[in-house]
């Protein structure tokens, strides 16, 4: 029986470390994380185009997005058209799906394309970072390595990096792209622009709520800190409220003795004065 009520006294300390470890407001916030960044994918709108000569599957793109470079096999083609001989325009087609059916026709170069296909990898690793830093957030385990990442944040922190490189990158291939749509614009005298659209945005503030993340372990270690000085502090006081002090019996001094044989300090002491009625 004694055994038993160990074993469940233990369980029941673990329990309670555990919950203490789980931080749902940190978990909410990664999960807003992933759904944002997920949605910035899916979304077509990434740049928005203007008065240049991009083309989407023959007819003219007003927007671009990144879901046409998820394809594995999609190919680039800078190549010439002409007629009866004589080169008209040089051309940069990008074929996307799994034939040449569907194409992006000068709006984007080679270059372009690398690197917004490393943009789709840094979000892929941005929603598997903080898919890891849920699911710490939710369980809360209590292994010493474990602890130390989900208590610092250390997902999300590189979530903000990942976000902070994905700006920089869609500012590069906004440059690119626009210096394409001014080779390519169909009227010369045309203003040509490209902007930012709703995806970027999105990215930006996921980005944002990683920030938010970070912030709410952090102040949660603070709590802890906090916390667990105040119940030191706290057990510490009862514990001196309980102790009552030594049980050791005081010695009792003896009264002096008024024999002949009685010792010097007994005998020095001076005899009362006279009693006068």
């Avoid at 931080?23 to 899916?42: E, P, R, Y």
């Avoid at 984007?108 to 941005?126: D, N, R, S, W």
């Avoid at 002090?245 to 004065?273: F, K, M, R, V, Y």
Wanted: one cysteine or more.
């Amino acid at each position: 029986m004694p055994t038993h009520r160990r074993h469940r006294h233990h369980h029941h300390r673990r329990q309670r470390l555990k919950s203490r470890e789980r931080n749902f407001l940190a978990a909410i916030g990664s999960m807003i994380v992933i759904v944002t960044l997920s949605t910035a994918l899916a979304e077509p709108r990434w740049f928005s185009l203007h008065g240049g000569g991009c083309k989407k599957d023959g007819e003219v793109a007003n927007h671009l997005g990144i879901s046409e470079f998820f394809y594995m096999f999609g190919k680039f083609q800078d190549g010439a058209t002409t007629d009866k001989g004589n080169i008209l325009a040089k051309e940069n087609i990008y074929y996307y799906g799994s034939g040449t059916t569907h194409k992006l026709l000068d709006c984007v170069t080679l270059q372009a394309v690398k690197v917004i296909k490393a943009i789709i990898a840094l979000c892929f690793m941005g929603i598997l970072c903080s898919l890891f830093a849920f699911i710490l957030d939710l369980l809360g385990p209590n292994a010493r390595l474990l602890k130390f990442i989900r208590r610092h944040g250390v997902l999300n922190i590189i979530t903000v990096f990942l976000c902070v490189t994905v700006s920089g990158f869609c500012y590069w291939v906004a440059v690119m792209v626009e210096d394409l749509q001014k080779r390519t614009k169909i009227h010369k005298g045309s203003k040509v622009s490209v902007k930012f659209d709703v995806s970027f945005y999105l990215m930006a503030g996921a980005g944002a709520m990683s920030v938010i993340t970070v912030a709410c372990n952090l102040l949660c270690i603070r709590w802890y800190i906090t916390n667990g000085s105040r119940r030191s502090r706290h057990r510490d006081t009862r514990l001196l409220d309980d102790y009552d002090g030594p049980d050791i019996p005081l010695p009792i001094p003896s009264p002096p003795h008024s024999q002949e044989g009685s010792s010097t300090a007994g005998t020095n002491i001076p005899p009362p004065p006279a009693y006068e009625p």
